[in-house]
T-cell receptor, first 111, second 113 residues
Framework: DQQVKQNSPSLSVQEGRISILNCDYT??????FLWYKKYPAEGPTFLIS?????DKNEDGRFTVFLNKSAKHLSLHIVPSQPGDSAVYFC??????????FGQGTRLTINP | ETGVTQTPRHLVMGMTNKKSLKCEQH?????MYWYKQSAKKPLELMFV???????ENNSVPSRFSPECPNSSHLFLHLHTLQPEDSALYLC????????????FGQGTRLTVV
């Protein structure tokens, strides 16, 4: 039972354009959502988070949007840079309990 | 410097060996986790420790044995592993009872031969 799903295994974007990564969840008890970035053979690095009381959170080039009615969140990166090429995981938790991760989306930024 | 340090970074072991993975966090967190990442799979939660007490074991085989002597240190003892146990093993920590992110170590790349 995959409670957090990232349906796109990969995404390719041109440098300077917007990258949009999507994530869907099924558990309506989730109240905290996060995005992590991961390079090969390294641990995930925390990027940005959002609680369920908000629908948008912005940090520099990164913005996370939450649509609770659709049980959907997305990560926007603009402008995309070559160093953004990595695997991105979304994660969710309910009542500050364990994180549940999606399968990841490999983002490639083309020069 | 991520605040969560894992050693060793790489480990090759035979199926009859015994080895241990070590994790240390310097963030003052009170929860620690072991995750497994196999190729083309989501991160799999293995164990959770809150305030040094194990609160979750996700049906992990007994050949993996965790130990949490204090809230800053976490070990994963390995014994008679199988080749399919080869994976990246990640340690993480967080502040329990607070909606806050978990921070990960760099991981140990384990190869069982």
């Amino acid at each position: 039972d995959q409670q957090v799903k990232q349906n796109s295994p990969s995404l390719s974007v041109q440098e300077g354009r917007i990258s949009i990564l999507n994530c869907d969840y099924t558990n309506s008890m989730f109240d905290y959502f996060l995005w992590y970035k991961k390079y090969p053979a390294e641990g995930p690095t925390f990027l940005i988070s959002i609680s369920s009381i908000k629908d948008k959170n912005e940090d520099g080039r990164f913005t996370v949007f939450l649509n609770k009615s659709a049980k959907h969140l997305s990560l926007h990166i603009v402008p995309s840079q070559p160093g953004d090429s990595a695997v991105y995981f979304c994660a969710a938790s309910a009542r500050a309990q364990k994180l549940v991760f999606g399968q990841g989306t490999r983002l490639t930024i083309n020069p | 410097e991520t605040g969560v340090t894992q050693t060793p970074r790489h480990l090759v072991m035979g199926m009859t060996n015994k080895k241990s993975l070590k994790c240390e966090q310097h963030l003052g967190h009170n929860a620690m986790y072991w995750y497994k990442q196999s190729a083309k799979k989501p991160l799999e939660l293995m164990f959770v420790y809150n305030f040094k007490e194990q609160t979750e074991n996700n049906s992990v085989p007994s050949r993996f044995s965790p130990e949490c002597p204090n809230s800053s240190h976490l070990f994963l003892h390995l014994h008679t592993l199988q080749p399919e146990d080869s994976a990246l093993y990640l340690c993480a920590s967080s502040q329990v009872r607070d909606a806050s992110p978990a921070f990960f170590g760099q991981g140990t790349r384990l190869t069982v031969v």
